[in-house]
């Protein structure tokens, strides 16, 4: 996301005074409501779905993320990064390929 | 998100041949499921949790969503302003300030 | 449910004290992170499941909302037919027969 | 819930011809938008929510999960009590009167 784009979704909270609404816990939610509405582009048929009410859906989503990481300080890649080692280990290459076992199986 | 961040995500994938579970169906399920588990963070206290395990789940929501960005060939900062567009008109700010009533109520 | 299995969760809860969790808030929470974990049981895969995974986690979601009808004191029977008349309304046989379209668009 | 309200819900399904949609995966993703939109009455207030919402959101839960019982030939009883088995070791009361902690932290 640019800079800009940041900027744009902090200046939408602000001028709404909804910081006050914004507890990570109430954030939270908002992000599995949204994910779960996401969802619901697929709820009874996997592969017809209606491309821009995923798009606005994944928006929603992706809005509610970084409004949770705003709240809390957090920098994006810093924790993406910090999981992406986490799950290079759990499921190495010689054994996750090709396959979706979990790695609690694997 | 930074290009070396995509790029590792895109080159993990890869890697292990998930691109074949990588539906857009089931990536919505994975979000969803994701996001559940960020929300467990808060399920039975709104504000003591462990910041870590938020990290880590908020890094997965985040980590699918580029995933399933990347299946449709969506750009993050488009659709998110296209979104935004959206928001700044169903919430005004003269009515939204300082309230969460839902847009369908103000 | 029988009366005796609805006893038993209502004894389970207040030998362990936990009413005082057991929020509407809080109860919606863990329903929705059951269901989500219910749903993990078909991530990646439709249509082969762990059954007996499946089991548990879908009476997690069915506890949790006999917790939630206990908290607000409601009657499921009345609540699910109060449902249902709403159901049949939006849902007339001779639109909806052998199509899934939400009813919004019917 | 009485054999009358099991028997509607299903004659329901049967005249609408959805038995087709009603594959477990579909009814997994259908518990949890329902679920959602269930903690969406909590959004943004813990404390204050539209009951006759809440009602409307808990019946669609308790529904899809009826329709799942029946999809795979489960007894709600049945599964309950297995489950009510594992919780009770998994939560002895003397370990868990009075706090919250997960089990795998008790």
Redesign the interface.
């Known amino acids: ?2 800079q ?2 940041i900027d ?2 902090r200046k ?1 909270t602000e ?4 910081n ?2 914004h ?4 954030l ?6 949204e ?13 017809e ?1 209606d ?1 821009q009410h ?3 859906e ?6 509610y ?1 970084r409004n ?2 705003d709240r ?1 300080g ?1 920098d ?2 810093e ?6 080692d ?3 280990r759990k ?1 190495p ?1 010689n054994k ?3 396959n ?1 076992t979990k790695y609690t199986d694997l």
């Open positions: 996301m640019t800009q784009t744009r979704i939408f001028d709404r005074e909804w006050q609404y507890s990570p816990n109430n939270a939610k908002s992000i599995v409501i994910a779960a509405e996401l969802l619901e582009c697929f709820q009874w048929n996997d592969d779905y491309l995923v798009k606005e994944l928006a929603d989503v992706l809005v993320s949770l990481l809390l957090l994006e890649d924790i993406v990064n910090m999981k992406m986490q799950n290079e499921y290459v996750a390929k090709g979706s």
